[in-house]
């Protein structure tokens, strides 16, 4: 079979360990002398699926099994997840997501991001005397467009009839499922910020505790909706009963969300767009999400000799630093709803631009302050991700999401499901990009990723959480084609983390002192030192290196590979 990525050895001391066990000591393979995984890849002949909950990846092979495609697959494993991982995902979320066509030979992109409120104005907040937008309660809450985008890429990829694909989420709700064991921690901690808001602890708590790991947990209310939509269709959410209900819900608990809202709400088929990185072309979805972040980063890293730079050394960790810092300055000033603040995507992800910013770069000195590019024609946290693939070659990246963990904490009666509080990421300023208006959609932080090469799939694949989603994928690009990791390796790898940007919220205030690097257990100390030699603040932080999962596709036999996050509770699994 084609090894289609470059094999290098990991640097000396580059053992891949996770933040969860700081205790152990870094090393390479004493055979291999390759990086470390914390498990073999799966490998199977006709389909895989990888996402964060076991249940849910069973679900979506049996799914293949009965004659669906891979988006009936995805779409089956994401009710599931809806109902099992709560903590970061829902019906009252958004989706996005990445579809590889064998039949066109080409990949489709679907943006399923709601609006915000009609009702809801700038004027409100500044009645209140809100200078930004709280995380929790009705004000954050905009249109839910994950039932939608199911629709939409069910009504042109999928086979099996929408009851059969929501059936097994609506009989664990009904029958009750064992709690996983990180997601139980979430769930602990999202109580006691979410319990004041009407609805949450009636139909997210035990006796108002949160379930506990292992113990069986049942919600008869998200059933009945997934059932009513599985009989009515997209419109039974955007049209009927249900919004209905969450129509009187928000006017009785000081919201704005309306049932003119959902009836007016839809997604879009967008174009993905690309870059190429050596020889390999990475693809993401155009703003009002951040996936560009990553091309641009991939573009100016492109211009170092990574066979020269070892992974995990302190030049490793710099120039990724650097390279973040000047792609997260443009998104903070250029990404944002196009259809109100266009962003100049071919020249933010072209080379030409990535040359003029990687000249900023001193392999000697730290960037503290970050000014975005300027177009020469102008003046001037927790999702999901799942990934599937089937016997007929269709691939799915999709990334779901209800913004901050288990999201609002708002929660209409009766029915099984939390809002999002997306509209936490407008800003309260005039002019702003990302600036709050009626109808708008705010800034999103969910991609999914994908890789092709000379014209055929190769890997599907996302990280999740927050602003470490680009990140995630340009170090998950950069494990494959520069380090020559496997597709496990590739996500065991320990991550870097670099927070402090300028943010396209406005929430924080411009980056003046070069931000703080995080760094997952399981790099060099001696390359640790040298980072902060160079000048680079590093702190240890445990958790915000996001959740992986991908599946490769072997070109020549069509076998698949598939990678889990071994800092959640998932697994890959095919047949």
Do not use: C
């Not at 901050?404 to 407008?426: N, V, W």
């Not at 070109?555 to 698949?560: A, E, N, T």
């Amino acid at each position: 079979m084609t090894q289609p990525f470059p094999l290098r050895r990991a640097a000396p001391g580059a053992l891949f360990l996770l933040a969860a066990l700081p205790l152990l000591a870094a090393a390479a393979d004493r055979i291999t002398g390759r990086s470390f995984a914390t498990r073999s890849e799966v490998i199977a002949p006709h389909a895989m699926a990888a996402t964060s909950h076991p249940l849910a990846t069973q679900i979506a092979l049996d799914t293949m099994q009965a004659g669906g495609s891979a988006v009936d697959a995805a779409i089956a494993a994401n009710a599931a997840l809806g109902l099992m991982e709560p903590t970061g995902n829902g019906i009252g979320g958004d989706l996005f997501a990445i579809v590889w066509d064998p039949k066109s030979k080409r990949l489709h992109g679907y943006d399923g991001s709601g609006r915000s409120p009609q009702a809801l104005t700038l004027a409100e907040f500044e009645r209140r005397g809100l200078t930004d937008i709280p995380p929790f309660g009705p004000l954050p809450v905009s249109v839910p467009g994950a039932v939608d985008a199911w629709f939409a890429l069910h009504g042109r990829f999928g086979r099996r009839p929408m009851r059969e694909n929501l059936a097994p989420a609506i009989r664990y709700a009904r029958e009750g499922h064992p709690v996983a064991e990180t997601v139980a921690y979430y769930w602990g901690r999202s109580v006691p910020r979410l319990s004041p808001y009407p609805g949450f602890v009636e139909q997210f708590t035990i006796d108002g505790r949160a379930p506990r790991t292992g113990e069986i947990w049942k919600n008869p209310n998200l059933a009945d909706t997934l059932e009513t939509i599985a009989r009515g269709g997209r419109d039974a959410f955007y049209k009927g009963e249900i919004a209905r209900t969450i129509d009187a819900y928000f006017r009785a608990n000081d919201g704005f969300l309306r049932y003119a809202d959902l009836a007016a709400h839809h997604g879009d088929w967008v174009e993905p767009v690309s870059t190429n990185y050596r020889g390999y072309d990475v693809w993401e979805l155009p703003p009002g999400g951040q996936g560009i972040a990553a091309l641009q980063i991939l573009n100016i890293l492109e211009g170092y000799d990574f066979s020269e730079i070892a992974f995990g050394s302190t030049e490793h960790l710099h120039l990724f630093t650097e390279a973040k810092k000047l792609a997260f300055a443009d998104r903070a000033r250029w990404y944002a709803d196009p259809a109100f603040a266009p962003a100049p995507v071919d020249w933010l992800i072209s080379k030409d631009y990535a040359a003029e910013r990687r000249a900023l770069i001193s392999r000697d000195a730290v960037l503290g302050t970050v000014q975005p590019g300027t177009p020469p024609e102008l003046d001037e946290g927790d999702t999901i991700y799942l990934t599937v693939a089937d016997a007929d070659g269709m691939m799915v990246s999709l990334i779901q999401s209800n913004y901050r963990g288990m999201g609002s904490g708002m929660a209409a009666p009766g029915l099984g499901f939390i809002f999002q509080d997306r509209g936490e990421m407008f800003v309260l300023k005039e002019g702003h990009p990302n600036s709050y208006a009626p109808g708008k959609r705010p800034f999103h932080t969910i991609i999914p990723g994908f890789l092709t090469r000379d014209g055929e799939p190769l890997v599907s694949f996302g990280v999740m959480g927050g602003a470490m989603q680009p990140q995630g994928h340009a170090q998950i690009v950069m494990n494959l084609v520069d380090f020559g990791m496997n597709l496990q390796e590739a996500g065991d790898a320990p991550r870097i983390h670099h927070d402090g940007s300028t943010e396209p919220t406005g929430q924080n205030a411009p980056m003046t002192d070069g931000g703080v690097v995080q760094l997952e257990t399981g790099f060099d100390y001696e390359a640790v030192r040298g980072l902060m030699n160079l000048g680079h603040r590093v702190e240890f932080a445990l958790g915000p290196y996001g959740g992986y999962q991908a599946i490769r596709r072997d070109p020549d036999s069509g076998v698949y590979y598939g990678a889990s996050e071994s800092r959640k509770d998932g697994q890959a699994a095919g047949y």
